[in-house]
């Protein structure tokens, strides 16, 4: 089976194009569109076995963006596949499903109805894709479009995890509530470490810490998301690279009053000039940022500082939710290759069973590994994301249920 992956965000589209025979996946092809709409838009793909390839355009919109990575999967050149035939399915990333789904689905009107509703709470995401779905239906009408939510999977959060304490009618009429995100990365990564390590994953507690440019922590009892940090938006818990994660929203509506600035300038002051950026007034960028510290920057050991300690905290409160802990993970870029990031989060918390092996974590970037010391109660790991491939798999689920009905 064939299975091609979108992500479509506003202004660009990532694929990667699946093959699947028994339980072996792999990749034929990968690359993203950018710039859709803008000057100097450009396709940069790659075929599995071939050399990279940057090829400009005019790519003026979405369906433009699709057609373009269409033509290039089979063509000649470049391409992997003969015809478009091939394709059995296509897999999308969809940011925001709300409560209105649990798990991934076939795409319908009654389907795209739902996801347009998510629209209000997810303003910046649902509407681009959106448009590569509706692309994908005018370009390849026959071929099955299965959406996968970064939301779905926290849709287990008891209530006690997903309500803020507002007035109750908030809630009702406006969907007021934590959603949480990366939830298809937590997923895969909290999967991928029980096969690893061999145990049922419908017995484990687990802590996932997904770092990456943003991050979120997310607590998984016995398979399903108990907890995470990303809220309403993905602007609150952990420290990003640009985002503030959790302050005092006294904070804020003081710093608005005092700055005299509305509510789109505070957005765009939590959201991309706060983390890591503001508060080393560095860079976003951890390795800057790790770089700094080294050399001795006050400002970039005292933002580190923050950093850990939050995401510590947080590991904390979620073995206390939880009960325990069995299994904590790292992945996203920072999770994945960052060795003193590792180091700094676990350091204090031997008091739970996690104790990582220095001598192990040194040597780990971006590869799967236990990094916890052989005799420690917690086992500590590595785990790369890897959300286009729980994409596919998702896909493939359902297009055999459809086809075994
Ligand atoms: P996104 O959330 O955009 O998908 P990624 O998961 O790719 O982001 O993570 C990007 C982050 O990973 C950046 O802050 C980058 O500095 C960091 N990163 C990548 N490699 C390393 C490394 N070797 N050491 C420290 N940080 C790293």
Redesign the pocket.
Known sequence: MKILVLNCGSSSIKYQLFSQEGSEWSVLAAGVVEKIGLKGSFLKHEATGSEKVLLEGEILDHKAGIDYILGVIVSERHGCVKSLDEIDAVGHRVVHGGEQFNSSVLITTEVIKKIEECIDIAPLHNPPNLKGIDAITSILPSVPQIAVFDTAFHQTMPKEAYMYAIPLSLYKKYGIRRYGFHGTSHRYVSKRACEILGVDYATQKIISCHL???ASICAIKNGESVDTSMGFTPLEGLVM?TRSGDMDLGAATFIMDKEEIGTRSASVLFNKHSGMLGLTGIS?????I?GAADEGNPDAINGLNIYFYRVKKFIGSYAAAMGGVDIVLFT???GE??VP?RAGICKGLEFLGIDIDESINGGI?GEEAVISKADAGTKVMVVPTNEELMIAVDTKEIVDELANR
């Open positions: 990456g440019n943003g690279g976003s960028d951890m390795r800057e790790i996203g870029g920072i290759n960052s990031t970037f």
